[in-house]
Structures are given as structure tokens and as C-alpha cells.
């Protein structure tokens, strides 16, 4: 979305100026268009935001710490048939190593790869395949009959050792499945015939080559089609958005193959890594939206430091129930006792639930109604704190309201009646509210839709801000007690 505004900016917009304006006026021109499309707002993930808000939210990534050429290390470890997973590719290691954890070395400037122990000894040096392809790559030193035979996707290479090399020389070698007559059929692995070459008589290393491969990684036409179907399902799976499994595409295939999991257990899988990163990233899009000013969460709320605070009622509150009938809850309290943690756990609560919130304060809001209503974008303002499952209105009487946002403020709060749940936190008693607003009808008509259906949270305990100096006031005076007896 930044970079579509960013070509809106550059591409659409200079065409509109017109020939005779000077720079600094071209200049004050696009900062007007940058900060109007900064406010502008778009749905991302089922939220409006802003591009200003989601920009703030996802800065640019630090800069690596290694200069480039970078190394890039990947931990792996070997598969039963003696393959090690990169990049959408299998590549080999030599037989006898299964389970074993190895790294997967390779400098971004390199056409080679090496796969090393923890020892820090390179048991394999191969060509890299493009990535992604779905190749099994193998070399000289670690091909195997047993591992030609057990993998599908294997490109069958020359012998595993000299001494496998010789023995191949007078013994009938598995068909290599680079011919071009057709996969190999369940009789295939025991023919006699070479292994470096096809019935037609080119080199198998020659063809591959002639087709565009990468030299060094032999393909069948079996697995070119495995691996063009591979392409296509994550191709499929990137045009539809789900990026997710598309990643992760390759990594569920080498478990489904090594885990020996059904077709339906493997889209299983694959599906919920994809539903799992979509309901990560819409919790991160509705907490984003929610602007909560602490991360805190009920279990950060100490009961026993409250005593007037009911537990079970604040825990009952908390299962968000009270927002199925759109009701409401007060927080009414002096100040340090906590309203503002409740309020923010249960508003945390509610995010976690899959709804929408919003956290403001009482000035806040009336600022930003004043605002839009200088800038004739008053129903939209409205429709914004409408919109919200939950609204949370901090802090109302710790600043007085001007005229206008009391009145913004029942506004909100009646086009939010029976339709939505507010939770206000106020240091001002339910009786003073009159005199808080400086309009007694105005209080009157917002006290009766707000308690119409609510649950009042009376907080009267000691402020936990003072409760550190409380406790030092105590011990020097204990102190004194003790030195005048
Ligand atoms: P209020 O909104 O009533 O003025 P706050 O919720 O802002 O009070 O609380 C003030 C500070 O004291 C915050 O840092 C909050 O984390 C802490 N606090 C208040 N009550 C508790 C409590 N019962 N347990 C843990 N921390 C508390
Ligand atoms: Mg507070």
C-alpha cells in the first residue's frame, strides 16, 4: 500500500501540475497529497488503516550485519534416504547418515553449495539447482542404488564410490531415469543397462544440459514433471494469496515423504501452516488498530493488591460476554487504582477474541471530533468510533472537556447504544458527572445510555503508584518508632 501511494505520488500526480509552478510550489503541492493520502483510509486484513499507521507499524528491516557477499547457513538434518532439503531442493550426502544434523552452507555469490557436520567436515559439494525447482541433486560421492530406488524425485548419477563404480562396470546397473521412453515401470530397477547413457545414445548429462538445466543436476522426465507440477502447485498457492503454505510447500512435501503422511494429513498440514500465519497476521493487524497503550494482559493485574476490586467479576468480564448485548462497563475510581490496566486487559481480551477495538481517552477523542468537524469530516469520524466491537474511553474527567467534546463525546456514546460495547474508566463519581460536563443534561442523557445495560466497577483501594512510597513512609517511621522506645 506505501509503495502503490509512492507510485500514485510519482507517476499520476506530476502529471496533473501545471507548467507555469515553481518548484516550491510543486514541493508544498505534494506534501499536501502525501499527508492526504497518509489519512486516507484502507481495508487491510478487515481493518481501516491508515498508510501513515501501517508504514509506523512495519519498519524497513535493520541492514544485515555481514557485507555481501553474505554466507547463508541453514540447519538440516539428513533424511533417511540420505537427502538433505535447501531452497525447494534435495541434495545429497553420503549413505549411512540418517537424522544426522548438518549445515547447509552457501555464499549468495556462489553457484556451489556445501553441506557440512557439526565437526565442521564437508561431506558434499553440489551444484545449486534454481531454487525451488524440486530436485534431488546428487554427486558422484554420495549417489546410491538403494537411494535411486527409494526416492522418486532422485536424478541417478555415476556410482557411489570407485569401488561401487567398478562393481557397476560388470554388474547390471539400475536404469538410469533420464531415458526418454517413459517412467520407469516396477521391472525397471534391475535392467541391464549403462548408466550414462539413454536408448537413444546421448549422454544423459548432455540433454539435461541442452535443455536449460542446470548442469550438474540430471532430471527424468518423471521428475521434471513432478517438479513442474510442484512449480505449479506453488504457483497456484502464491496466485491465491496463501503464501504461507506456498513457503512451506517444500518443507511439508519432505515430511509427508519421510513421515510417510496420507495425502489428506499433508494438506492438513500444509493448510493449517497457512491458517495458522493468517490468524497471526490478523491478530497483529487488530492489535496494531486497537492502539492499546500497554501490552498488559489480566494476569498482570494484582488482585490481592486491590482487595475492592471482585476477581471473579472482573474474570467473568474478561470472557467478553458482556459484549454479546452490547453492554458496557465503568470503571469509576480515584487515581492509580488500576482502571486504566483493566481496562486495557479486558480491552487485550476482546483484540485476542477476534474483535475489533479501539483504546482512546476522553481528550483525545474530543480532539480528534473537533478536528474532523474544522475539517468537514464529521460523519466520517463518527463512523470510525462506530465502528469499533469495543470501545475503550479512558481517563474521562481527569481533564476538563470543552463544550464541543461533551457533546462529541454523547455522540459517540449514543450512536454506540445497544449496538456496542464502551468500557469507561473516570475518577469522577457517578453523581458529579453534572458538574464535570458543565451541562447537566447533556450528563444526564449520556449517564442513561451508558447504564442502561452496565456493569459498575467501583474501585476505592490505595493508589498502586504510591503504594512504593507508602511502604517506604511506613519503614522510616517504624524506624523512628523504634530509636524514640
Ligand atoms: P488508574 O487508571 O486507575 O489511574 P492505572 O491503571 O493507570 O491506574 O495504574 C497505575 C499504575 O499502577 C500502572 O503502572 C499499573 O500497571 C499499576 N497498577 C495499578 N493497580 C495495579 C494492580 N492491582 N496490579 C498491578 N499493577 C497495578
Ligand atoms: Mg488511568
Redesign the pocket.
Known amino acids: 500500500m506505501v509503495e502503490k501511494a509512492n507510485h500514485i505520488a510519482a507517476q499520476r500526480w506530476w502529471r496533473t501540475v501545471p507548467d507555469h509552478l515553481s518548484v516550491e510550489q510543486a514541493q508544498s503541492g505534494v506534501d499536501k497529497l502525501a499527508a492526504r493520502m497518509d489519512e486516507r483510509r484502507r481495508t487491510v486484513d478487515g481493518i481501516k488503516v491508515t498508510i501513515g499507521q501501517l508504514a509506523a507499524g512495519e519498519p524497513l528491516l535493520e541492514l544485515p550485519v555481514r557485507p555481501f557477499p553474505a554466507e547463508l547457513e541453514v540447519q538440516r538434518a539428513v533424511s533417511p534416504q540420505a537427502l538433505v532439503s535447501f531452497d525447494g531442493n534435495l541434495y545429497s550426502v553420503p549413505p549411512g547418515m540418517p537424522g544426522v544434523q548438518v549445515t547447509v552452507r552457501h555464499r549468495l555469490d556462489e553457484d556451489y553449495l556445501h553441506i557440512v557436520t557439526a565437526g565442521r567436515a564437508v561431506i558434499a559439494r553440489h551444484r545449486r539447482a534454481a531454487p525451488g525447482s524440486g530436485l534431488t541433486v546428487r554427486d558422484p560421492g554420495t549417489s546410491s542404488p538403494w537411494n535411486a530406488r527409494s526416492s522418486p524425485r532422485s536424478a541417478t548419477g555415476p556410482p557411489a564410490s570407485r569401488k561401487s563404480a567398478a562393481r557397476s562396470r560388470t554388474r547390471p546397473r539400475p536404469r538410469p531415469t533420464g531415458c526418454e521412453d517413459g517412467p520407469p515401470g516396477p521391472g525397471d530397477a534391475g535392467r541391464d543397462r549403462p548408466v550414462h547413457l539413454c536408448r537413444r545414445g546421448r549422454p544423459a548429462a548432455d540433454r539435461t544440459r541442452s535443455q536449460g538445466e542446470t548442469p550438474g543436476v540430471s532430471t527424468s522426465p518423471t521428475q521434471m514433471s513432478e517438479a513442474r507440477r510442484f512449480q505449479q502447485l506453488r504457483s497456484h498457492l502464491s496466485y491465491l494469496k496463501l503464501n504461507d503454505a506456498a513457503e512451506a510447500l517444500n518443507r511439508v512435501c519432505d515430511q509427508a515423504r519421510t513421515e510417510g503422511l496420507s495425502l489428506t494429513a499433508a494438506l492438513e498440514r500444509l493448510l493449517e501452516i497457512e491458517v495458522d500465519a493468517t490468524e497471526a497476521r490478523r491478530l497483529a493487524a487488530r492489535l496494531r488498530f486497537a492502539c492499546l497503550p500497554e501490552p498488559?494482559t489480566l494476569n498482570?493485574?494484582?488482585?490481592a493488591?486491590?482487595p475492592g476490586v471482585d476477581e471473579k467479576l472482573i474474570r467473568d468480564l474478561a470472557t467478553m460476554r458482556f459484549m454479546d448485548d452490547a453492554s458496557n462497563v465503568l470503571f469509576v475510581?480515584p487515581?492509580?487504582?488500576?482502571?486504566?490496566?483493566?481496562a486495557n486487559a479486558l480491552a487485550r481480551a476482546a483484540v485476542d477474541g477476534g474483535n475489533r477495538v479501539y483504546f482512546t481517552t476522553a481528550a483525545e477523542l474530543a480532539a480528534k471530533c473537533h478536528k474532523a468537524a474544522l475539517e468537514g469530516r464529521w460523519r466520517t469520524c463518527m463512523n470510525f468510533f462506530a465502528g469499533p466491537k469495543l470501545l475503550v474511553i479512558d481517563e474521562l474527567g481527569y481533564l476538563p472537556l470543552p463544550e464541543d467534546g461533551a457533546s462529541a463525546l454523547f455522540q459517540v456514546i449514543n450512536q454506540r447504544y445497544l449496538k456496542s460495547s464502551t468500557i469507561l474508566?473516570t475518577n469522577v463519581g457517578i453523581a458529579d458527572w453534572a458538574g464535570a460536563f458543565g451541562d447537566a443534561t447533556v450528563a444526564a442523557a449520556m449517564l442513561d445510555r451508558l447504564l442502561h445495560r452496565a456493569t459498575v466497577v467501583g474501585?476505592d483501594g490505595p493508589s498502586?503508584?504510591l503504594r512504593g512510597h507508602q511502604n517506604h513512609a511506613d519503614t522510616l517511621r517504624q524506624g523512628v518508632n523504634a530509636r524514640v522506645s
Open positions: 498488559w498482570d493485574f494484582d488482585f493488591a486491590q475510581g487515581p492509580g487504582v488500576g482502571k486504566t490496566m483493566l474508566t474501585i498502586y503508584r
